[in-house]
């Protein structure tokens, strides 16, 4: 009886062995199959998360631009109108002969 557990313990190790062997040579050809420049989880994240910063200061910067050009057209618009009031005070005063101060340009951008 001794001899029998013996034997059958050792072909359960074989059978472990096998099955270990086999799992090592899948892996290895996995391994061989995805190759060694596949990025990291940590890599891929670290890359995500420079795509989003980047977008999200695009986004900023363009927003920021709209409200700069909006600011430029008020500005502008107050300028010609206050020029126009201004024309027609020196109009009603007889002061200028029609001639007209260009209006103010707002600074480029």
């Not at 001899?3 to 391994?31: D, F, V």
């Not at 995805?34 to 695009?58: C, F, N, S, W």
């Amino acid at each position: 009886q001794d001899k029998i557990a013996q034997k059958s313990k050792l072909l359960s190790q074989l059978e472990q062995a096998k099955m270990q062997e086999e799992l090592n040579s899948a892996m290895s050809q996995l391994t061989a199959g995805v190759g060694e420049d596949v990025p990291t989880l940590a890599e891929v994240q670290e890359k995500i998360e420079a795509r989003y910063a980047k977008a999200k200061a695009a986004s900023e910067l363009s927003g920021q631009s709209a409200e700069v050009r909006m600011l430029e057209v008020e500005q502008a618009t107050a300028n010609v109108e206050a020029q126009a009031r201004l024309d027609a005070m020196r109009a009603e005063l007889g002061l200028g002969g029609g001639t007209a101060a260009t209006p103010i340009e707002p600074p480029a951008s």
